[in-house]
Every structure is written in C-alpha cells, then in structure tokens.
C-alpha cells in the first residue's frame, strides 16, 4: 500500500468519523427551530401558544436516540476501518493509533453534545396524551363548523404561480388522507396529526417569510402573509370535521 492510498483513508475516516457527530447536532437543531421555534413564530398569532402543548412525551426519546445512534454508527465506522490494512502492512500501527485517536475524539464530541442537549431540553415541557387530549377537544373538537378556504401563491412579476404552491397544496391532501385514516382506523392521534401539521407548514412559510415577490390570494382576494396561518388552522379544522364523515 502506497501513502497516498493511505492518506485518503485517513482522510475518509476523519471525516466520516467526525461528520457523525455534527449531523447529529444538525438534526436535532434543525427538529427544534421548526417544532419549536418556527411553529412560535408563525403561528403565534392564532393559536394559544402559552397552551400549546408542543411536545409529546415520546418525541424526548426520539430526539435523544439521535445521539445513541451517532455513536453506534461511529463505533461500527472505526471497527469497518480497522479491518481495511492487513496487520502485517508497514502502516498498521501508525493507521490504529491514528483511526483510534480519532474515534476517541469523535466519541467525545457526542458526548459534550449529548450533555449539552439533554440540558438544553430540560427547559422544554414534554406533555402526556391526557393534557394534549384535552386541549383539542378544547379548542378544535368543540369548535364550530368551517369552510375550507382555497389558497394559492403566485409570483407577483408575472401572476404566475410559484413554485412554493405545489408543497402547502401537497401538504394539505398529504394530511387530510391522514386524518381520514386516522377516523377508520384510528392508527394515529389527530392532535399528533395536528402538530406535523403546524411544522410542516410552519417550515413551509419559513421559506416563503422574507420574499416579497410571493402574493397570496384566498377565494380570489390577497391577503398578507401573517393572514395565512388562520386559513391553515381553519382548513385543518375543516379537514377534520369532514373525516369523520
């Protein structure tokens, strides 16, 4: 085996093996601006975020197994590299102490980044089936009838629609299947159909909040974007009511 050979695996498992860490942190970045912070932002206007429950009991694990599987991934990279130079290669021992340092360091990273999310959490209320049961009988169950109310974004040089239209319209038929699954079978909660609902959408403004260009019509009217989160939860709403039908 020639160096060159083997600086390209070295070079391959740092960055494999410190990649995994900080995908970890982007993943579980990234889970938190949009069930967190984007759906606060966007909808904080309609909804009763002080009431919100936001967070399920069974999201806290799904957000910590992230790490446990950074390291399994991690640990399975550096025993797969240990097996690619035969031990009787000149370059076997520099290439263990090199991949296993790395490793270590590697192994280290996730957890200060464990630590450091798990405490960030601790400021976040993981709320149980009873307390989210209750508020959407509350606040959705109980409410009156709507309409569903048709939207559309067009781009406002040429009147033509945006290419951001496809996804919101996607997402609204990608949920009411859900919701009328969920009436015939009852495989998922529709509060928790209801929050994936809030941050797709909520992800989907995100990217929508700072171009001008983008126009909105209601029914054949404009409106601003701030006004499109009440047509969300209404359309939600009416979604809901009609699954059941």
Known sequence: MTWDIYIWICLSFMILSLGWPFTAWIINHYNLEVKNKWVCNYFKTS??????????????????????????????????????????????????????VLYLISLTLIIVIFIRFKNKIKSIKFHSKNQTHKYFVDNFQKSEKTQYQNFKLLNQNDGKISVYNSPFQLN????????KKTALNNSASEFEIFLNYLRANANFIHRIYDKKEIIIFVNGKQIALEQLEFILIENFKYMMQNAKK
């Open 172 to 179: 609204q038929k990608i949920f009411q299947k859900k919701l």
């Open 47 to 100: 909804l009763e975020l002080n009431n919100l429950p936001l967070f399920l009991k069974n999201e806290k694990w799904k957000l910590l197994i992230v790490y446990y599987l950074t390291a399994f991934l991690t640990s399975i990279t550096y025993i797969g590299y240990s097996f690619l130079i035969p031990n009787s290669e000149y370059f076997f021992i520099i290439h263990m102490i090199l991949i296993t």
